[in-house]
């Protein structure tokens, strides 16, 4: 697929530090430029609304002095609750659109075809539909490379939050109309399911740098 501009609000969400690295994931360097770099190269041109939601005013000031790409910034709106819900609700309540792509500042092979792929679902379904999220055959799903449907949306995440349910699973349940895309259909355009990885561990650090290494097959 070309990628095209979509009617749709990106929301990164780039909370600091992760407790398994232990550092900021957003601002480690890899070929000079930091992560969240790399994540909004593969879907700046598909939005012309990119939210970056963080935690701190320090963080804040240290991503606008990394990223070149344009973007608006916003700090949480309760950063005392550590959960990406927090960013996520403050995203996208920012959101210039009604749909919002949701994903992490940590998934550097995101392909712009798969968001592609997700939208077009979103558009042309006739049922009631207020969320697109890919599901592996083990029922597995990826709440943070979804699009979503803004206000039914920031009234899951309120109500989820409300009840101090944190993970980033827990406010889905409260969205109806919420539609699960088989990664059958997402292998069509990604075979490798590269858009999915992110990097959590120092393992998943050290593979990334491979994968970088061995880019030309991807």
Do not use: W
């Amino acid at each position: 697929m070309k990628s095209i501009k979509m009617d749709l609000s990106i929301v990164i969400v780039a909370g600091g530090k992760a407790k398994r690295l232990g550092v900021d994931k957003a601002l480690i360097f890899i070929r000079d430029k930091p992560l969240i770099a790399h994540t909004l190269e593969n879907v700046r041109d598909i939005s012309d609304d990119i939210i970056i939601v963080t935690k701190t005013d320090k963080r804040l000031g240290n991503l606008k002095q990394v990223i070149k790409s344009p973007a608006r910034y916003f700090l949480d709106d309760n950063p005392s609750i550590e959960s990406p819900l927090i960013g996520a609700l403050t995203g996208l309540k920012n959101a210039v659109h009604e749909r919002v792509l949701l994903i992490g500042c940590d998934m550097p092979f995101i392909k712009a075809d798969v968001i592609e792929l997700l939208y077009n679902h979103y558009s042309k379904v006739r049922s009631l539909c207020n969320a697109v999220i890919p599901q592996f055959p083990n029922g597995y799903i990826e709440p943070l490379c979804a699009i979503y449907g803004k206000d039914p949306t920031i009234k899951a995440l309120e109500m989820s939050i409300e009840e101090k349910s944190f993970r980033m699973k827990a406010f889905i349940d409260h969205i109806a109309g919420a539609h699960f895309v088989p990664i059958a259909k997402i292998k069509a355009v990604d075979p490798n399911l590269i858009t999915f990885f992110n990097v959590n561990t120092r393992y998943h650090l050290e593979k990334l740098i491979k994968i970088f290494e061995d880019r030309e097959e991807y």
